[in-house]
């Protein structure tokens, strides 16, 4: 990572994201500008990544993706002067979890997309109970983030029309660990509790698997 590419890619975002769509992120000043914390949102798809990234600048995020983003060179360049976090999906990526542990420990802020894959419709997934591991190990709180609209850019920019995306932010919370070592089962229901967190800043509509019954 250089400083002018890091300059070249925000600049690169923050052109992107005016031109393709329409901001509403009200509360975006709830986000701290400082960590450790760890910041989860939902994912829907690479589109997304231009207005977040514009939105959060200054912050100093560090965001974990998936390693076959680097297959594309454009994307992976951009994420490279991001700093960003490449992790290996289906496997235990001891090397990624040391990285994200140390971000933390270095008072950084780690990004986290629990649900681990892009939804395309806005939809919630079920999360991933990883985020869990990285929270209950380093001890940081979590910052949960939710953003909708974004699922109907590639739509409108076939029709040259600019997308609304709206970006909400909630409160620090920590998770609560069983006694003794969380089974998986215990694990996920941490995942799902940091899911629905971000479900509550969502329309109802894009809850998902985490709908009202």
């Given at each position: 990572?250089?400083?002018?590419?890091?300059?070249?890619?925000?600049?690169?975002?923050?052109?992107?994201?005016?031109?393709?769509?329409?901001?509403?992120?009200?509360?975006?000043?709830?986000?701290?500008?400082?960590?450790?914390?760890?910041?989860?949102?939902?994912?829907?798809?690479?589109?997304?990544?231009?207005?977040?990234?514009?939105?959060?600048?200054?912050?100093?995020v560090r965001t974990l993706a998936k390693i076959e983003t680097w297959d594309k060179k454009l994307l992976g360049w951009v994420?490279?002067?991001?700093?960003?976090?490449?992790?290996?999906?289906?496997?235990?990526?001891?090397?990624?979890?040391?990285?994200?542990?140390?971000?933390?420990?270095?008072?950084?802020?780690?990004?986290?997309?629990?649900?681990?894959?892009?939804?395309?419709?806005?939809?919630?997934?079920?999360?991933?109970?990883?985020?869990?591991?990285?929270?209950?190990?380093?001890?940081?709180?979590i910052v949960p983030m939710a953003f909708w609209g974004v699922e109907k850019a590639k739509a409108n920019i076939k029709k040259l029309r600019r997308t609304d995306f709206h970006l909400r932010a909630g409160d620090p919370f920590t998770l609560q660990p069983p006694a003794g070592k969380p089974s998986h089962e215990d694990r996920q229901k941490m995942a799902d509790t940091v899911m629905q967190h971000i479900a509550a800043l969502l329309p109802e509509e894009y809850h998902g698997v985490y709908g009202a019954p």
């Open positions: 990572m250089s400083r002018l590419g890091c300059r070249i890619a925000n600049a690169a975002a923050w052109i992107t994201a005016r031109s393709i769509f329409r901001i509403d992120a009200q509360d975006v000043d709830k986000i701290p500008m400082e960590g450790p914390y760890i910041l989860v949102s939902n994912h829907v798809s690479a589109l997304e990544l231009p207005p977040l990234r514009m939105l959060m600048n200054p912050r100093p994420l490279d002067q991001w700093e960003a976090i490449p992790i290996k999906r289906g496997e235990s990526d001891m090397a990624a979890l040391r990285t994200s542990l140390q971000v933390l420990k270095d008072g950084g802020i780690l990004g986290i997309m629990p649900e681990g894959t892009r939804s395309g419709d806005g939809q919630l997934g079920r999360g991933n109970p990883g985020v869990t591991i990285l929270a209950l190990k380093s001890g940081c709180p």
